[in-house]
């Protein structure tokens, strides 16, 4: 028989022996809150994952991402001075970022020491460009589109004011005609690849199945002239 103490306690009353026990609501209790102190230590695990995980995966992404800005090399903004003579002084890169498909070509290695996407072992030098503007030059402008990622190095600003890309920047001059000793510098592009590439050899090395748009730009030096 079940009744009623005086601090509202159940108790049960055995009809056989007359014994009284009270039932304990505090075993219950604890059992209770033991229960939801393992669901929130739970949750506390899968929310701190969650938060590392979106870290690493964010840090990830912006080692992955070329940066927003147009990698300076030894001569970025060169002495606008012009010369009477041609001096063909400063280096033209070429280099690829085989994971993006992205050529780029400007007077530092690696795209601006961009080893991380441009490694060392994909560095060709072309030859020389000029650090200051000569009769029948043409300025050389590093573009960037940040919507594909692709470095854009043409004769007019904007990667030929083609839509997506930002403001260039001069990395020096070529010329607009062929001289003694000097390289064609052609500019190509690929659909497939979103990729513009500017190199000493037509359709981006001779890919004319991919890079199937062709220009010739202008002329570079083989040898570096003082």
Not at 35 to 43: E, F, K, P, S
Not at 140 to 159: E, G, M
Request: charged share 10%; proline share 7%.
């Amino acid at each position: 028989m079940s009744t009623l103490s005086s601090n509202n306690v159940p108790t049960i009353t055995s009809t056989s022996t007359g014994r009284t026990f009270k039932s304990s609501n505090s075993e219950t209790s604890g059992r209770s809150n033991d229960g939801w102190i393992i669901v929130m230590i739970i949750i506390f695990i899968i929310i701190a994952v969650v938060v590392i995980g979106a870290i690493i995966w964010r840090r990830r992404r912006e080692e992955e991402q070329p940066p927003s800005t147009i990698p300076t090399g030894p001569v970025i903004t060169p002495n606008n001075q012009p010369t009477n003579t041609p001096i063909f002084d400063t280096e033209l890169y070429f280099s690829f970022n085989s994971s993006n498909n992205d050529s780029c070509t400007t007077t530092s290695m690696s795209c601006g020491g961009q080893t991380n996407l441009f490694p060392s072992s994909s560095n060709q030098k072309l030859g020389y460009i000029a650090s200051r503007p000569f009769p029948n030059s043409s300025p050389l402008y590093l573009s960037f589109n940040s919507s594909v990622n692709d470095y854009c190095t043409f004769t007019i600003n904007r990667c030929n004011n083609r839509s997506g890309y930002a403001e260039g920047t001069i990395i020096g001059y070529i010329s607009t005609t062929p001289f003694s000793g000097s390289l064609p510098l052609d500019w190509s592009f690929s659909p497939s690849r979103n990729d513009s590439c500017t190199d000493i050899e037509p359709n981006c090395g001779n890919q004319a199945t991919i890079y199937t748009t062709n220009q010739l730009i202008g002329h570079i030096s083989e040898t570096r002239t003082n």
